[in-house]
């Protein structure tokens, strides 16, 4: 075990008192070293593990094979080694602009979410995808059968961690200790996620005490992998993109992931668990596992929360951190990815951040855009795959005005980079801060309460440069399912999706359904009989353009003036008009004050042959994609709204 016992004097030379005294007893950091399936526990204690969750670690050994095994405890002295083993191995390199923070560059082919290569594993194929129309690709996820799954399993994680160290992560979505939060383990080779998913999720001791022999745990499995040949392009960032596969079968409550390391590839709390394995449990259970950020917005000293739902790079950080610019208003971030939400015995909506950090996509986040996440990432924080600066700190598109002009660049790929000659971007478009929430400086005082914070109001949104106005109401709880149902946005880099064509992406949730979406609609639809106050439902766009391509709507910290019709609309106030696709602002009640050229005609104009045409693309998907499974009450707002169109 040499290469370990190097890593460990890396561990304990940073370490506590217990570290430096096993060092010189040759112990592991918990006494003596203690060995699972013969292989040698180097850290942390197997003790803390339940039966079960030993058992599951036992099997994945058997299966992986790795050099030894690290029980992580989360501990700072832990992070604090295992960053430093990354720099060793020329992982991260350190930015000694910031307090703490360290830039990752990934190997070029492993840079976002691969959603070809994501499954979902049932017996039946309609448990998790609809059956789509003859002749047609089905693009509401992907299905494997659990004989395709163990092989695929089988044939990639045999002996992929010989060499490698094993990471045993217990881990909790949630509050640890909430009756809302859920609890997993995740198993992986690479000391990179580890360092991630400590500042995604609450990780170690902590959870693994929380955990009794009855506490049910998501099996999380994770390699790097190999390429078939042997051969590891960048040993610094070993993965292998051409066998890369993310399994999850729900049955199990199990996420396997081979082949990369990147994002939601491999910190399996956040898609996989968070959103696909979350939403199946969620269906279940009676409540919601959902792609949005949740935020509370205090006017004239009352507080309401507000959960929202954009598809992956549209702008859900930058929402949740908003600095109003009306003044009386104050917005305070709960989470800006994922909420778990459910109704409470007095039928009041509460929902909970299961995440502990952002994994936010760094391109475009300025002082000007997003001051608070400015705020919040330069210390503790993992940067990936941005670009750095010659005084030690990192840049990207949309910082121009936030660095010293002085200073060189060197780009994502490790080349000297120049923003008058370089053809390509500094940073990937789908570089990424992971940064712990708690340093977000307007991080809301309940964001971590075990029973949720009450959501008031849902809002949908995507970025659609035609069409569709600043914001709509929904009718009713109908209308309002069939308006996420029916949620289009341009495509953008945070999957491998090219071009910016308008993509169906219903829900925001397209790439994280962890089941049939028909049966998501039915789900989603059930909501009404669990309550008698439903949250009031909107869909917005921050991003409508005029004939000269320019955005109507400077969006950002104006967006509380959106906020703020809401916010009246909750109160009942009669500042709505009612249109076929919903309710908008009456003429003159958003409040446009201090705001100059905004065309509220344009903004909220209702051009029929565009929603003719946005009728017949919804009708067609729905026809195509969902099929026998759409349920009734959604096809029927579908019918009813095509027919005033094509009629008008
Ligand atoms: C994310 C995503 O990383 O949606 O949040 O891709
Ligand atoms: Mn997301």
Redesign the pocket.
Known sequence: MPEYEENCEELFSYGTEIGRFSKQLKHSSYGFFHHLRGVSVVYGDINVLTEKARTYVEDKIDLCKPENIHICDGSESENRGLLSLLQKQGTIEALPKYENCWLARTNPADT??VESKTFICTEKKSDTIPTPAEGVKGTLGNWMSPYEMDKAVVERFNGCMKKRTMYVIPFSMGPVGSALSKIGIQITDSAYVVASMRIMTRIGQEVARAMTEDTEFVKCLHSVGTPANGVVDMPSWPCDPERTLILHKPQNMEIVSYGSGY??NSLLG??CFALRIGSTIAKREGWLAE?MLILGITRNGVKRYIAAAF???CG?TNLAMMTPTLPGYKVECVGD??AWMRFDENGQLRAINPENGF???APGTSNASNPIAMKTIFKNTIFTNVAKTSDGGVYWEGMENDIDPNVEITDWLGKPWNKKSSKTPAAHP?S?FCTPASQCPIIDPQWESPEGVPISAILFGGRRPTGVPLITEAKNWKHAVFMGASLRSEATA??EHKGKVIMHDPFAMR??FGYNFGHYLQHWLSMEKRTTNLPKVFLVNWFRKNNEGKFLWPGFGENCRVLDWILRRLDNEDCALKTPIGFIPKKGSLNFNGLSNIDFDELFRIDPEFWKQEMSSIEKYFQEQVGEDLPQAISEECKSLKKHFDNY
């Open positions: 976002a979410r994002g939601g956040k898609k792609h598809p992956s790079a859900k990815d994922i994994f936010g996509v789908n990424r945070a999957a790439p994280f």
